[in-house]
């Protein structure tokens, strides 16, 4: 049974039934628990589930009956009252509970008890005739919680007065007035009327006040117009009878014809009711139909009709709609449409239909339902307004012009046609039937009816046909004319396989007949063969149809007389990037992207697989095509065109204009079906295209000039820069010409460094600034030609020392060459160069230093592990070992006895073969094939195959260049089966590397990728093993097997070291580990307690793989284990022992540490030294004073070294004297301390010495008074303290604990990152990164964040620069002191600091040198990649760049001296008067113009009569040059006196957890687009990067905020360069719409 049958039986109580009944018709309706469905009221009367009673209960509640309640105003409400102060979640749609905080609540004790003391009479609603308190009216149902809030706030604001808000209120009671009257559909209330502008405010006043009664108001014809309509035609009367017919019976009986009578009858639809003139009645569509007045056959037509006054539903919302909605979404044919609503307009106004009734046609415009152009047309007489035909078919008129021919029927009203009965009685089906089936057509020999039926007419057609002979239109010879000519013309169209050649595919020519773009007569002679197709389309009528007139398709430089692509310029910076996407775009919307190289016309996805644009490129440029491809229709499926795309709103007008206007320009409108332009009218007759998109097109304004000229700086349509471009005069293109101008202003490595010189201004405009060379160069003071004469200065000069450093590296790398090639290595088949070794990347320059030095041997590089594995490789599978017998042989041998199958052997012995040599494990020997066949190792029978697969080695010759090349190529090629390669490929790999067959040495997989030996594909196969790659064969199990599985089931022998493959004589037991033994064991964890695992759960496996286990203890564990000689627990237990014991032993060993002595197990375990080096101590063949020397150790016990100290003029001193004696400033003097302690020591640069915090302030290398602060910060190393166990915490655990400030931590992590990796506290020492993660010292998220450096945390300055950077970054700018190897940071003039900067390391990325010779022959790489590469170490290359930046510096300070001449020069000569602006100073003249001053008070200040300052201090000046002030920070309860209240910046609120990150980041958003970032404290304001360089916000927002700042300092328009305010980058999408509004409204406020 339901709910309320069980509250109706006692089996739930009351009250609690009510609630849960309440809450189920707030949510969609009684639920039916039996059929599991919710079920409207009247259903659930009907079932039982609900009773009247019940639901007058809830529809009017009380306070007992009120089941919820809100805990933010504590009060009693229904379930309905709650959910509407619900917010509905914007991603999932679900129904939010606001909460509010119960610290800061919304509504203070004082606000509600003044709210709760004003009553109000309320005269209307649930409340009538009660006094009722301002408090219960707001929170009652009739307000909406957002609506609520927004009072409340505006009262708290002061905004509004409590007497505001009653009257208001009072306005708001009048919507509840419960006077309502009936409509075409349901019921309207009063106040909708008046909404609607049906009823006047004084009506609807005097109605409130009872002065009017609704029934007065209801007889009133201005009303009943409305609410009901003024009446459709109803059917017609026959005269002069006076008989009244239907007009469905009219056209049963034949009196009318179907497509007369079906339009009429749509109308009656579309306009409330059908009409049945006999009765007088109106009754709805189903009604209609059960009584016969219609039949059944119209019900879908007439209903698809009515949905104009019921609503259409949008399949994608699911939302109603109105008809002329439904009609620009697709929904409804424009024709039908347009028809019902010219009936609409005729008979009272558009029907709204969420209200069932007209509204005026000024309302229904604002609310979308009919549109100003669409209201003109139907207004008008003329003929797109004809929409019905009148009863004799003859004419066309309008739904108006129908019903001023009606009469009206005295006692309904309805409107009939009248009809004479002396007109000509309309053909039957049956008379029809029977003239066309006698009447004989003697050209064809077939009757009027076969041809008609015949294949030559669709059912449309025919229909049409026969209504025209129907209503004696035409008669029975002339339809037999028109039947003829329609015939000659299909067959004529079917004969004509014709095709031309379109922008995408062919175009047919019978489709260029329609429309218009093919004559009659040239079709006719191409159908005939007098033209061909060719002749045709080089026709200049049809080739701009065709294929176009052309786009813009590249630049020519008009200085150097060059051609280049579109992408090419915008690559070189010549021009700006969104003006060169929006010509690609242009290109890719008219039919393709040209390659200027090869004058190809390409697809956008040809393009990008050719370079020819960039793939970065391809999403955008895609989109753009559609323009020629078509989009999509998603509510018909149908392809359409981008003006279409528009209208339906699936293109941005801005995205999809221009390419309208570039289509236009050069052809017409694209048909996205047959893919070619269009002419004009066909466009229009097509709806590829409208009108009011076609004038909009023709004006010259904003939105159609959108495209940009950049030699004149000005906006044009595109068929204007056309106009403008050359013809190319070999290809005919079109290339838009760039001047010298234009070509300079494009240089975006001379803007960036421009920007990047900064030059402190002493006079005008910039007065007191330190402005951009870049800014002073485009300001008004430099004239075009000076400032192009200055740029090529700085170019020239700036290109020569490019050029010197270009020499220095070709130097480098030719001698780098000469001394490798002196040096020789034994290789597979060869001798192989260091140098060889060095481009392979086996050794590194230091290396090859060493060599030539003569520090390092031949042989001591030879025997380097990372040298010797690549040299002569490793890991082969040798020979076969018998079982037990421990008998050794080689594969040739055991396949001799049939101890192995002849292909199983082949195989194995062609891997030998292709990883290098054939091996004799007997005599431990290495031979080639030749030396085998000689020697008997192998027999004649597969020589040759061995041969084949010895190339593998020695290289395969190319076909046709004769070259030779590697495994991988020439599987590729195709010279060897796929599947073999594969095989000889993994064994190369698994036992060395792949082998370079040119250079007879094996390579990493890196270089092996760049040399074009191996790639991504076929790594992925082999990484991935299925059997079908799996080559090898277990001759004891009979699987197959990859080389390493192989491998990996060997043994090794003992004498030689080499791999043998065992072979189980029958009966005996052969061991491996199978993988159900691995999986089993990974599958198994156990917590441990010592080693390099302690604190972790680790699985058995693992164990048995870590470095505690060599490979043969490991296989004799898993043996026995698997022989059962030991049990899981045994195993467990004795890999526990061994590691326990390594420990055990490993800890008596100590070295020095940082902090206390730490053991060669804490090494080990933090993986800084391995197992090799860890045995080797415990065996004393290493000691442990040496090995404390290794740079892999000393980095992690010592660091790398932190700031020690500065530089003065070339005097060392400790970073306290430098604060102490002014050099540098006490703010970046404590980061530099802070940082020493927290990397390990206190540092003396003077005498080499390091302190802990307590012994440096005794030896008064610091001062006492920040003696706290870096004992604090020394915890970083020593541990902080865990207030809930006492455990010590590291610093990044304390952090995540809050014991300390997170930009306080991340600084310090920073530091410790940079010098040799965090620190962990229990032994005091650096690790590695990957063991901090494991530890739990770090997590990925923050190390990223510490490592970024252009996004990441950024904790230091740069005093010099004022910079703000990281650690690293700011260690990369110190000098090494040459007697104690300390950092030691420069206190230099700008002029004399040398560091590399990004400005200049974009400008050596973006200069390329083609490489002849060494590691990167044939390649073309960056100045910057090779000056970072291994041919230079880190002094050679600052010397470099040193050297370009003196140069470039001196060049800069000349253009910068020319510069501040002219400006003081014009300045001397200028009378302006100069105010203080937000950024820069700001003329009076330009205030005059702002209307910010007036003309009398700029003569005031010429004529003295006022100085600056004073107009600066008037208030209606000063508001607009420093704005009213924005949120400057926060006021919070003091912490020592809560009834006191702090000020803090919004920064620090963030980091304390009182305010929301997005809650502030949006605060000082809203700061740094209205001038600055303010420090309420000090009350100073400041810019964003100073505000970042003091620390008054972090680095973590500093992109946000200038971001942000560009609100005031101005945005860049991508298309042309120049400065735009907020309002224009929103507009043009540079900045996300809400976020706009909110900055804008920001600025408003302040």
């Not at 003024?230 to 497509?259: C, D, F, H």
Request: hydrophobic share 40%; proline share 3%; with cysteine.
């Amino acid at each position: 049974i339901s709910l309320f049958q069980a509250m109706m039986k006692d089996l739930i109580v009351k009250e609690h039934a009510i609630r849960l009944l309440e809450a189920q018709i707030a949510t969609g309706g009684i639920i039916d628990p039996v059929n599991s469905l919710r079920l409207p009221v009247e259903a659930a009367y009907q079932r039982g589930y609900f009773d009247k009673k019940m639901n007058l209960i809830l529809s009017d509640p009380r306070d007992d009956t009120k089941g919820f309640f809100d805990p933010n105003t504590h009060e009693n409400l229904t379930y309905l009252q709650l959910k509407e102060k619900c917010i509905t979640d914007s991603s999932t749609g679900l129904c939010l509970l606001p909460l509010n905080s119960k610290r800061r609540q919304f509504i203070d004790d004082a606000t509600k008890q003044a709210f709760e003391s004003s009553w109000l009479f309320v005269k209307y609603g649930r409340f009538q005739g009660q006094k009722v308190s301002v408090w219960d009216l707001l929170n009652s149902e009739y307000f909406s919680e957002g609506k609520r809030r927004e009072i409340f706030n505006h009262y708290c604001l002061r905004m509004v007065t409590l007497e505001h808000i009653k009257l208001m209120l009072e306005e708001e009671m009048k919507k509840w007035a419960h006077i309502k009257f009936p409509a075409l559909r349901g019921h309207v209330t009063a106040y909708h009327l008046m909404e609607c502008g049906i009823l006047d405010r004084g009506l609807f006043e005097r109605l409130l006040e009872g002065v009017v009664s609704p029934e007065e108001v209801l007889r009133m014809d201005s009303v009943r117009k409305y609410l009901y309509g003024t009446g459709s035609i109803g059917g017609i009367v026959l005269q002069p009878s006076n008989e009244k017919v239907g007009l469905y019976e009219a056209m049963k009986r034949n009196i009318l014809l179907p497509g007369v009578a079906l339009p009429l009858l749509e109308a009656q639809a579309a306009t409330g009711f059908l009409i049945d003139p006999v009765n007088r009645q109106k009754v709805s569509l189903d009604d209609a139909v059960k009584g016969g007045l219609i039949g059944p056959e119209l019900y879908d037509k007439l209903q698809r009709a009515e949905e104009a006054v019921t609503g259409c539903r949008d399949p994608f919302t699911g939302k109603k709609i109105s008809l002329f909605q439904a009609m620009k979404k697709g929904l409804v044919p424009d024709q039908q449409a347009v028809r019902l609503l010219d009936a609409q307009l005729s008979t009272g106004g558009v029907i709204d239909p969420h209200r069932g009734h007209y509204v005026p046609v000024e309302f229904a415009q604002k609310k979308g339902y009919l549109d100003e152009n669409l209201g003109n047309v139907l207004s008008r007489s003329g003929s797109d307004a004809k929409t019905f035909s009148t009863l004799d078919s003859k004419e066309n008129v309008s739904y108006r012009q129908l019903i001023d021919r009606c009469q009206q029927d005295e006692g309904s009203g309805f409107h009939l046609l009248p009809l004479s009965l002396t007109a000509s009685p309309v053909y039957t089906d049956a008379q029809i039937e029977h003239l066309f089936r006698e009447t004989l057509v003697e050209e064809k020999g077939l009757t009027v009816w076969e041809l008609l039926n015949s294949g030559y007419f669709t059912e449309e057609q025919r229909r049409e046909l026969l209504e025209k002979f129907r209503s004696r239109a035409i008669s029975l010879q002339q339809l037999i004319h028109l039947v003829l000519g329609l015939i000659k013309e299909m067959e004529m169209k079917a004969q004509a396989q014709v095709t031309f050649r379109g922008l995408r595919g062919s175009v047919p020519a019978v489709w260029l007949l329609d429309v218009g773009i093919l004559s009659e007569q040239i079709f006719a002679d191409l159908v005939q063969g007098r033209r061909t197709a060719e002749e045709v389309a080089e026709m200049e009528g049809v080739k701009q149809y065709l294929q176009g007139t052309g786009s813009i398709v590249g630049v020519f430089l008009q200085a150097s007389n060059e051609k280049m692509g579109i992408y090419q310029a915008m690559q070189k910076n010549l021009l700006m990037p969104g003006m060169g996407a929006r010509l690609l775009e242009a290109q890719a919307a008219t039919g393709s992207i040209v390659d200027l190289g090869s004058n190809h016309r390409l697809s956008v996805e040809e393009a990008t697989k050719a370079g020819v644009v960039g793939k970065e490129l391809t999403e955008q440029l895609l989109q753009a095509e559609r323009a020629l491809t078509g989009y999509r229709d998603p509510y018909s499926g149908r392809l359409i065109s981008v003006c279409q795309a528009i209208r339906k709103e699936l293109v941005p007008a801005a995205a999809g204009i221009p390419l309208l206007e570039a289509q236009l320009a050069t052809g017409g409108v694209i048909d996205p079906i047959h893919h070619h332009h269009l002419p004009l009218l066909s466009a229009f007759k097509h709806g590829f295209y409208d009108e009011e998109m076609h004038k909009s097109l023709s004006q010259s304004s904003d939105d159609s000039c959108v495209f940009f000229d950049p030699n004149t700086q000005e906006s044009l349509t595109y068929q204007q820069l056309k106009d403008r471009c050359l013809q190319d005069p070999q290809t005919g293109l079109l290339l838009l010409p760039l001047s010298e101008d234009a070509a300079f202003y494009g240089d975006r490595q001379i803007m960036e460094v421009l920007k990047s010189e900064m030059v402190s201004v002493g006079t005008g405009r910039f007065k007191g600034q330190v402005v951009s060379l870049w800014d002073l160069l485009n300001s008004e003071y430099i004239s075009n030609s000076k400032r192009r004469e200055l740029l090529r200065t700085y170019k020239e000069e700036d290109a020569e020392g490019l050029q010197q450093i270009i020499t220095v590296i070709t130097k480098v790398i030719e001698e780098t060459e000469t001394q490798g090639k002196r040096f020789t290595f034994k290789g597979l088949r060869k001798q192989v160069s260091a140098s060889d070794l060095f481009q392979a990347e086996l050794i590194d320059k230091e290396t090859l230093d060493e060599l030539h030095q003569g520090k390092k041997t031949v042989q001591e590089v030879t025997e380097m592990n990372s040298v010797r594995k690549f040299l002569e490789g490793c890991n082969f599978i040798a020979g076969v070992l018998i079982q037990p017998s421990r008998a050794k042989m080689t594969i040739y041998q055991a396949m001799r006895q049939g101890l192995l199958r002849p292909g199983m052997a082949l195989v194995l012995l062609e891997a030998q073969a292709a990883t290098g040599f054939l091996i004799d494990p007997v005599k431990n020997k290495k031979l080639s094939v030749d030396e085998g066949m000689a020697t008997g190792l192998i027999g004649r029978e597969i020589y040759e195959k061995l041969l084949s697969a010895e190339r593998a080695v020695t290289g395969y010759t190319h076909p046709y260049t004769k070259e030779k090349i590697s495994l991988f190529e020439a599987m590729n090629e195709e010279l060897i089966v796929r599947s073999h390669g594969i095989r000889l490929l993994e064994a190369q790999i698994a036992t060395g590397g792949i082998i370079d067959p040119v250079h007879s040495h094996r390579i990493p997989v890196e270089v092996a990728y760049k040399r074009g030996y191996f790639d991504e594909k076929m790594n992925q196969i082999l990484s991935d093993p299925t059997d079908d790659t799996k080559g090898f064969f277990d001759p004891n199990t009979h699987e197959n097997l990859t080389y390493l599985q192989l491998l990996e089931r060997c043994v090794q022998d003992p004498e030689t070291g080499l791999y043998m493959l065992q072979i189980v004589r029958r009966g005996e037991r052969y061991f491996y580990i199978d993988e159900t033994t691995k999986q089993f064991l990974q599958a198994q964890s156990i917590q441990m307690h010592v080693g390099r695992y302690r604190a972790q759960t680790v699985s058995v496996w693992d164990l048995l793989c870590s470095p505690y286990i060599q490979e043969q203890k490991r296989k004799d564990l898993v043996r026995q284990y698997k022989c059962e000689m030991l049990t899981f627990q045994q195993l467990v237990s004795i890999i526990t022992a061994i590691i326990e014991e390594t420990e055990q032993r490993a800890k008596k060993l100590m070295v020095k540490g940082p902090r206390g002595e730490v053991s060669a197990a804490e090494l080990f375990n933090s993986e800084i030294i391995d197992k090799k080096t860890l045995d080797g101590l415990l065996q004393g063949a290493h000691a442990l004073g040496q090995l404390i020397q290794k740079d892999s150790v000393k980095r992690y016990l010592e660091g790398t070294g932190c700031i020690a100290g500065v530089s003065v003029a070339s005097r060392k001193m400790t970073v306290y004297e430098a604060m102490r004696t002014g050099h540098l400033s006490p703010e970046n003097g404590l980061l530099l301390l802070e940082a020493q302690a927290a990397t390990g020591f206190i540092t003396d640069p003077l005498k080499k010495k390091t302190f802990s915090v307590n012994q440096a302030v005794s030896a008064r290398i610091v001062g006492d008074e920040i003696h706290k602060k870096l004992l604090f910060a020394e915890k970083a190393v020593t541990g902080y303290t865990d207030p809930d166990t006492g455990n010590k915490l590291s610093l990044f655990q304390a952090m995540k604990k809050n014991l300390i400030e997170k930009a306080y931590a991340l600084r310090l992590l920073e530091a410790q990152v940079a010098t040799g990796g965090v620190i962990d506290p229990e032994y005091g020492h650096h690790i590695p990164v990957e063991v901090a993660y494991k530890r739990g010292c770090l997590d990925e998220d923050t190390f990223d964040l510490l490592s970024d450096p252009e996004y990441g945390n950024k904790g230091f300055v740069d005093p010099n620069t004022h910079e703000r950077i990281t650690y690293a970054q700011l260690l990369q700018r110190c000098i090494r002191d040459k007697d104690t190897g300390m950092y030691l940071l420069q206190l230099l003039n700008k002029s004399e600091y040398f560091y590399v900067d990004d400005t200049t390391k974009n400008i050596l990325s973006s200069t390329k040198v083609n490489v002849k010779l060494g590691k990167y022959a044939g390649q073309t790489l960056s100045v910057w990649e090779l000056l970072c590469s291994d041919y230079f170490n880190e002094e050679k290359r600052k010397e470099l760049i040193k050297k370009y930046k003196q140069k470039s510096l001196v060049i800069l300070q000349h253009i910068t001296n020319e510069i501040l001449s002219i400006i003081e020069e014009k300045e001397r000569n200028r009378r302006d008067i100069w105010f203080q602006g937000l950024r820069q100073q700001v003329t009076a003249s330009e205030l005059f113009k702002a209307d910010i001053i007036s003309q009398e008070t700029i003569k005031k200040l010429e004529e003295g009569r006022q100085t600056v300052q004073e107009v600066a201090n008037m208030d209606s000046v000063r508001r607009y040059l420093e704005g009213t002030s924005c949120v400057a920070g926060i006021l919070v309860p003091s912490m020592s006196d809560p009834s006191k209240m702090k000020k803090m910046t919004i920064y620090e609120a963030m980091w304390r957890g009182i305010l929301r990150p997005g809650t502030a980041l949006v605060l000082l958003e809203a700061q740094a687009a209205t001038g600055f970032i303010v420090d309420p404290l000090k009350n100073e304001k400041l810019s964003v990067d100073d505000a970042v360089s003091t620390g008054l916000v972090g680095g973590e927002i500093h992109g946000k905020l200038l971001a942000a700042e560009k609100a005031v300092t101005g945005y860049t328009d991508p298309y042309t360069g120049k400065r735009i305010s907020l309002f224009q980058a929103m507009k043009k999408d540079l900045i996300i719409k809400e976020h706009g509004i909110r900055l804008l409204e920001a600025q408003i406020a302040t």
